[in-house]
């Protein structure tokens, strides 16, 4: 599913805090090869609409955060 031209590539600026207590339930779209992820928690909800290559970019940056929050955790001087 592509962006049609004249929607905004982002329409809404959302802080989230995922605490422990947080749901996050995701929905398929296989025919579309996209999904939505939603947080839920006592304060609100939000939901988060991808396709397949969107969800990827997401993954491999949460993966490069995390990485880096490791090493900064075993290396708090650099």
Known sequence: MSRPDWLPSTSVDVNVHVHETARL?????TQEQRATVRAEGSGGSVTLYATRDGLVR???????????????RHNPAA
């Open 25 to 29: 339930i995701p929905h398929l779209y």
């Open 58 to 72: 997401l993954r491999d940056i949460l993966a490069k955060v995390v990485a880096q929050l490791d090493a900064a």
